[in-house]
């Protein structure tokens, strides 16, 4: 009993106090009327309207540069194809407007928010900085990709020679280019150390001379050797006559006497022009009985010593 009396007594200021606790919910919900939620509202719908505002016409912002981005992109291709500029550079040149287009956009729109302009400033300025730190090469490499595009040394489908290596033109990027060579393989060269080169364009201009030499021997005869070499360059089709043969005497070497024969033909039929020329050559002087002397060692075996000896 004496325990009982003790939780009992225990248990009845918990009671106390939720009773309290009721009695002051009661209160606050006996305060709350309809007039003072309006009035709360009435007081937030200033800030909430203006939010709103701000919103939709960054939305509006938005929505209208995005179609001028568009409009600006189909514009400048339509230019760029009317000027038959490069591909490679034309695409260069429709991203680049289309980034500053946007960024243009999207800076009014967050100022349009509220977020201050010098605050987005010195955001991009320091990503900006923080890029170029880790990406210095790569970096030389677009701005070498970026002069290559501009002052178009070469294009797509050249044929060049730059420091050893040597290709047909694959494609210009922005950061590499790349080169397939004649046996099929594919190079790819920084567009930094590429714009910085020596280049030699071997396919730039629309013909090329074939500029051939070859010996002959002191005793052959220089007049009709002369005649076979204008003979070969004026019977090949793909020799452009309009332009002229000339065959010459380049040097009297130590052991045979040079002769050079030149002829202008298309450059993409330099090589098999330059190849049959050859052939011709070698075939026509067997057939006249022309020497085309060649390094030779005369071995001379004297036998008197060898003789003595026995003796």
């Known amino acids: 009993m004496i325990l009982f009396a003790a939780q009992e007594s225990s248990a009845l200021?918990?009671?106390?106090?939720?009773?309290?606790?009721?009695?002051?919910?009661?209160?606050?919900?006996?305060?709350?009327?309809?007039?003072?939620?309006?009035e709360s509202i009435k007081a937030w719908a200033p800030g909430l309207l203006s939010v709103t505002y701000r919103l939709a016409i960054a939305a509006l912002i938005i929505f209208i540069g995005s179609r001028i981005a568009i409009y600006i992109s189909h514009f400048l291709k339509k230019t760029f194809d009317r000027m038959g500029m490069d591909l490679s550079l034309s695409k260069f040149l429709i991203s680049l407007a289309n980034a500053i287009t946007?960024?243009?956009v999207i800076f009014m729109a967050l100022e349009k928010i509220g977020v201050p302009s010098a605050s987005i400033i010195a955001l991009l300025g320091s990503a900006t900085l923080?890029?170029?730190?880790?990406?210095?090469?790569?970096?030389?490499?677009?701005?070498?990709?970026?002069?290559i595009l501009v002052m178009r040394p070469f294009g797509i489908h050249d044929y060049i020679i730059c420091e050893g290596t040597e290709g047909t033109v694959q494609n210009i990027g922005l950061v590499y280019t790349t080169l397939v060579?004649?046996?099929?393989?594919?190079?790819?060269?920084?567009?930094?150390?590429?714009?910085?080169?020596v280049i030699t364009n071997v396919t730039a201009q629309p013909k090329r001379?074939?500029?051939?030499?070859?010996?002959?021997?002191?005793?052959?005869?220089?007049?009709?050797?002369?005649e076979i070499l204008n003979q070969i360059y004026a019977n090949d089709p793909l020799i452009l006559k309009e332009d002229g043969i000339t065959v010459y005497v380049d040097q009297l070497a130590?052991?045979?006497?040079?002769?050079?024969?030149?002829g202008w033909t298309?450059?993409?039929?330099?090589?098999?022009?330059?190849?049959?020329?050859?052939?011709q050559i070698k075939l026509k002087f067997d057939?006249?009985?022309?020497?085309?002397?060649?390094?030779?060692?005369?071995?001379?075996?004297?036998n008197a010593s060898v003789n003595e000896k026995k003796s």
Not at 13 to 38: C, F, R
Not at 209 to 226: C, E, F, N, P
């Open 209 to 226: 001379r074939v500029d051939l030499t070859v010996g002959i021997g002191y005793t052959s005869d220089l007049k009709k050797a002369k």
């Open 13 to 38: 200021p918990t009671l106390a106090e939720t009773q309290a606790v009721a009695a002051e919910v009661h209160e606050d919900l006996q305060q709350l009327k309809p007039n003072s939620i309006l």
């Open 254 to 262: 130590d052991s045979s006497v040079i002769l050079g024969a030149r």
């Open 287 to 302: 057939q006249a009985g022309i020497e085309i002397p060649f390094n030779q060692l005369d071995v001379n075996v004297k």
């Open 181 to 197: 060579t004649i046996d099929n393989r594919k190079i790819t060269i920084p567009n930094g150390s590429l714009s910085n080169a």
């Open 130 to 147: 923080a890029i170029g730190l880790s990406l210095q090469s790569s970096l030389a490499n677009f701005a070498g990709g970026i002069l």
């Open 266 to 279: 298309n450059t993409t039929d330099y090589w098999t022009v330059r190849w049959r020329i050859l052939e």
């Open 102 to 104: 946007y960024a243009i």
